[in-house]
């Protein structure tokens, strides 16, 4: 069964550092998201991505962060210089579309340690 | 404002008992609602959807819209249902999922 694959799963790095989180989605789909966990807390939307342009985004998801589907298999989710309250487990997900709800595959997650 | 509550983060039974794991949710709009579950070590994966109106695994969710609530039930409790529920909504117009703070459930043998 085609799963969402996430690299690296453990990502370490110092405060003001870019990370890029990359995000291979099934293939077939058309909509992808990012997802994040701060520890302890819900899971928290931070943008859509469909067609090659962001669909919609959250207030989490301010200037620093990006996302970009640089070729037809993954998509990146950038943070440009990284904070210590961007420690969180980050969920990419795909789905074949909408508006029908259809099911959000999730992938295993990167955990952004941010020192 | 858009919001999904669980009231509930931790619900220990025994093997063989009923749960009920409580939703409720907040949203001016016309919601479709989700439970995700995720098992130790797991990714999260859907469970059901309103919509669907099935039964997954033994659960069920109905959505009653006057209490604002999608509460998730199974009889029957086995200990592999053990793992973190969460229900989230999403809304017209958008298609982002809202969480709500998870559950954790643990059946005991």
């Known amino acids: 069964e085609p799963e969402v694959t996430q690299t690296p799963s453990h990502q370490v790095t110092q405060m003001g550092q870019e990370v890029i989180l990359r995000c291979v989605p099934i293939?077939?789909?058309?909509?992808f998201y990012w997802y994040r966990q701060i520890l302890g807390q819900k899971v928290e939307f931070l943008v859509s991505f469909y067609n090659n342009e962001i669909s919609e985004k959250s207030e989490i998801f301010d200037d620093q962060f990006s996302v970009e589907r640089p070729d037809g298999s993954n998509f990146t989710l950038k943070i440009r210089s990284t904070k210590l309250e961007d420690s969180a487990m980050y969920f990419c997900a795909s789905s074949e579309g909408w508006p029908t709800p259809n099911e959000q595959f999730f992938g295993p997650g990167t955990r952004l340690t941010v020192l | 404002a858009q919001r999904v509550t669980q009231p509930e983060k931790l619900l220990s039974v025994f093997k063989g008992a009923p749960v009920e794991l409580k939703c409720n949710y907040s949203y001016s709009g016309s919601p479709e609602l989700f439970w995700y579950v995720q098992y130790s070590r797991q990714r999260l994966q859907l469970l059901l959807r309103?919509?669907s109106r099935e039964s997954i695994k033994g659960f069920t969710a109905d959505l009653n819209k006057g209490e604002t609530s999608f509460h998730l039930k199974k009889p029957f409790s086995q200990e592999e249902d053990s793992a973190m529920y969460y229900c989230a909504l999403s809304g017209d117009n958008t298609d982002k999922l809202i969480f709500g703070t998870g559950t954790r459930l643990q059946v005991f043998p």
């Open positions: 293939s077939n789909h058309l909509y």
């Open positions: 309103h919509i």
